[in-house]
């Protein structure tokens, strides 16, 4: 039913004054109905937009052609307004004038109060329900084109390691040394780890849709910081990078789930090595400032332009940037990241430490 502290507004067109009237006492009575009559069909189409109608009642003895071309006129002004025919004869010809004109209903008269009430009821009904599952719909296409875009940026991500698993197996069939077989070996496993991690991503996306976090307990964040670090060593060896960590003195602890935020720290760690030059430097700094925790991550890849440092965050901006072959990010892996971060109530942004390279930062509030 409607609502009965929302006014639903209802114009009368063509009525004479005691069909006017009669319509106004079905419905006025009920605080959720404010009625207009407009006897005159020009001046009521000239009145319509100021009164913006939620339906509209349009008195025909018969459903003459002017009158039915007064419903396409209503029509062409509002396309989702109901209108509703007061005629004279139920006919089928009368039925399927109306129809054809684009009329929602009919009530014949003699009018009567309960079949008027239950009537413009319906309609109403009929017509929120309508916008509802508009709404409904255009919210499941959204979910649709972000799954989609999901799809395809992981497809893009997950090309790489899979062609360095392809060749590399390849290579290996015809080796000859036990270096190149080492060699070949160590970047297949950093190619498995790099398919893994990004599995890992897609089976957290349903998790990041909560509001509140599942199971939090307390996080050292330089105890984790500093496993992960150590779980690093051979994808930064075999990329040829060092790694330089400065941590705060006190053991600053945060309040979150450890699942997540071991997943953080490994996509953005996995992040600078993917853009750091071989043979460079990765810094990674864990720092107390004021009431947060404050992790920075350094590399010396090249720097990511201004307007791009919100888009890469984007995951439909992301793909056009890809196809545009301009690489400012490891994809899904940062998206993930800023995900977990603001579902510990934190923030996460880009900067630009120097001349060149990429500075992601991470706030997180500390757990007292």
Not at 98 to 106: L, N, S, V, Y
Not at 113 to 122: D, F, Q, S, W, Y
Not at 176 to 187: E, G, P, Y
Not at 227 to 233: A, E, I, S, T
């Amino acid at each position: 039913m409607p609502q009965e502290n929302i006014k639903f507004r209802i114009l009368i067109l063509g009525a004479d004054n005691s069909t006017a009237a009669l319509l106004a006492r079905a419905l006025e009575p009920k605080s959720s109905f404010q009625t207009e009559s407009i006897s005159n069909i020009e001046q009521g189409l000239q009145y319509f937009s100021e009164f913006d109608p939620h339906l509209v009642l349009l008195d025909v003895v018969h459903p003459a052609t002017e009158k039915l071309d007064v419903c396409r006129r209503l029509k062409s002004m509002k396309a989702a307004l109901p209108v509703c025919f007061l005629v004279g004869f139920n006919d089928i010809p009368t039925q399927n004038n109306i129809r054809k004109a684009g009329g929602d209903g009919f009530i014949t008269k003699p009018l009567r109060r309960a079949e008027i009430r239950l009537h413009v009821r319906l309609l109403l009904n009929a017509q929120v329900h309508k916008h509802s599952i508009e709404h409904v719909s255009v919210e499941l296409q959204q979910l649709k084109q972000q799954y989609q875009d999901i799809i395809r940026l992981i497809t893009h991500d997950i090309r790489g390691p899979l062609t360095i698993l392809k060749s590399n197996l390849r290579f290996l069939e015809t080796s000859t040394t036990s270096v190149d077989r080492q060699n070949l070996i160590a970047t297949c496993q950093e190619s498995t780890t790099r398919l893994s991690s990004m599995v890992d991503n897609l089976l957290l996306q349903d998790q990041l849709e909560i509001i509140e976090l599942k199971n939090p307990s307390a996080i050292s964040v330089k105890d984790h910081v500093r496993k992960h670090l150590d779980d690093f060593n051979s994808v930064f060896s075999l990329r040829e990078l060092t790694i330089q960590s400065q941590f705060d003195s006190k053991n600053l602890v945060i309040w979150g789930n450890k699942e997540l935020f071991d997943r953080l720290v490994a996509n953005l760690l996995f992040n600078a090595a993917e853009h750091a030059p071989s043979q460079t430097c990765i810094h990674v700094a864990v720092k107390q400032q004021g009431s947060i925790v404050k992790m920075t991550i350094d590399d010396n890849g090249v720097a990511i332009p201004d307007e791009f440092k919100e888009q890469i965050f984007d995951p439909e901006a992301l793909i056009a940037l890809k196809e545009q072959k301009i690489r400012i990010g490891k994809g899904f892996s940062l998206i993930i990241a800023r995900a977990i971060v603001r579902l510990h109530q934190g923030q996460m942004h880009i900067e630009k430490p120097g001349p060149t390279g990429t500075r992601v930062v991470v706030e997180l509030p500390i757990y007292q």
